[in-house]
């Protein structure tokens, strides 16, 4: 019965119900969004810093603590003298240079790093051959619209793609070692030194040897470098996904609120009705908050549509920029955060309709 009449109320006015909707998809479009872009960010770093193949790692004494890249501030001869510590089976030095937010173009030599990873995965085209060739991946050449042997502007030169990669090692643009420190005035210099153990569980003692050969510069193994890829491990970003979350609540709880209001005003003469016939106040408050559950129910969903459709937009235009993926497990979150807010904002105005007097309710115009 309740139902029933709360379907009837919706259908009775659907333009309020579904503006009522969509206001509420908003903030779960905005919560999943966030999540996704987040997550999609802190995986694709990962995984790209996984697919390296390297143990231990040695950055720049500015790198950051979820940045592997920095300034090129380290002298490539240490990279030698990694190599000749216990366990060391090699050691990569790279130079990182910094694009277009969050990209960078990294420079290698690329036989060290095929040693190293197994080497890169080509879709199209082959291994760097001339000083002015670059390896990208998949992703950014759909983001740039470049194909194998076209010209692409980037540092204040032309480059020629030589080769289009599959994504997930290192980075999503590759050049020679070489060429990049000319370009960054870095000549013998690096940004990060990659070193794999002859055996990884040796990855804790041989990041403690070079402690004491590279004073100043943040040492640690592959396993603390991934661990740091969280949202925890971002500051400010768990507080930043609270405030969007409450932003979410607040959101839900005005528009079900003026909602409800709205048509329990317009409603004041059936709730008279309804009373005059024996309702009680328990009656005609379930019948608020009923249709309130559903706006949220249908906002929820909606917004999870909305929030592929966000997913489709980026992975079209951005791929390389911004990774975002579907994270599911967060349906329910920001479905049970919106939810919750509805029925919040249903509070006040099912209250109110509950406590009219019917006489003066049947009297209204």
């Known amino acids: 019965m309740t139902n029933k009449i709360v379907l009837e109320n919706l259908k009775h006015r659907?333009?309020?119900?579904?503006?009522?909707?969509?206001?509420?998809?908003?903030?779960?479009t905005l919560i999943l969004c966030l999540i996704g872009l987040s997550r999609g960010l802190l995986e694709d770093s990962q995984n790209r810093s996984r697919g390296i193949g390297a143990d231990v790692i040695v950055r720049g004494s500015?790198?950051?603590?979820?940045?592997?890249?920095?300034?090129?501030?380290?002298?490539?001869?240490?990279?030698?003298?990694?190599?000749?510590?216990?366990?060391?089976?090699?050691?990569?030095?790279?130079?990182?240079h910094p694009i277009e937010q969050p990209l960078n173009v990294m420079g290698i030599d690329l036989e060290e790093f095929n040693r190293m990873s197994g080497g890169f995965t080509y879709m199209e085209g082959g291994p760097l051959q001339t000083d002015d060739d670059v390896l990208i991946d998949r992703f950014y050449a759909a983001q740039k619209h470049v194909k194998l042997g076209d010209t692409l502007k980037m540092l204040n030169r032309d480059w020629h793609v030589r080769g289009i990669i599959e994504g997930g090692k290192l980075a999503r643009v590759v050049v020679r070692k070489s060429v990049l420190q000319e370009i960054d005035a870095a000549t013998n210099k690096v940004s990060v030194i990659y070193v794999k153990c002859d055996d990884p569980s040796q990855a804790n003692e041989v990041a403690a040897q070079p402690k004491q050969l590279l004073a100043g510069y943040p040492v640690i193994t592959m396993e603390e470098f991934l661990s740091m890829f969280s949202v925890k491990g971002i500051p400010g970003l768990s507080a930043f996904v609270a405030v969007i979350v409450g932003i979410g609540v607040i959101i839900g709880f005005a528009v079900v609120?003026?909602?409800?209001?709205?048509?329990?005003l317009q409603r004041t003469r059936e709730i008279?009705?309804?009373?005059?016939?024996?309702a009680s106040k328990a009656f005609i408050l379930r019948i608020i908050?009923?249709?309130a559950l559903m706006?949220?129910?249908?906002?929820?969903?909606?917004?999870?549509?909305?929030?592929?459709?966000?997913?489709?937009?980026?992975r079209t235009l951005v791929p390389a920029s911004i990774p975002m993926i579907i994270v599911k497990p967060w349906w329910l979150i920001a479905g049970g955060v919106t939810i919750f807010g509805a029925v919040l904002g249903a509070l006040y105005p099912g209250l109110t309709a509950a406590t009219h007097d019917p006489i003066e309710a049947l009297a209204y115009e």
């Open 62 to 96: 500015a790198a950051s603590s979820v940045v592997s890249s920095s300034a090129a501030s380290i002298p490539e001869g240490v990279v030698r003298k990694i190599e000749e510590q216990p366990h060391v089976k090699l050691a990569m030095g790279v130079i990182v």
């Open 14 to 28: 659907p333009m309020r119900s579904l503006l009522s909707i969509l206001l509420i998809a908003v903030p779960v």
């Open 289 to 291: 908050l009923t249709e």
């Open 272 to 278: 008279g009705i309804l009373k005059s016939l024996g």
């Open 295 to 314: 706006l949220g129910i249908g906002g929820t969903i909606l917004g999870i549509l909305m929030s592929y459709g966000a997913y489709y937009l980026i």
């Open 257 to 264: 609120c003026l909602s409800m209001y709205m048509a329990v």
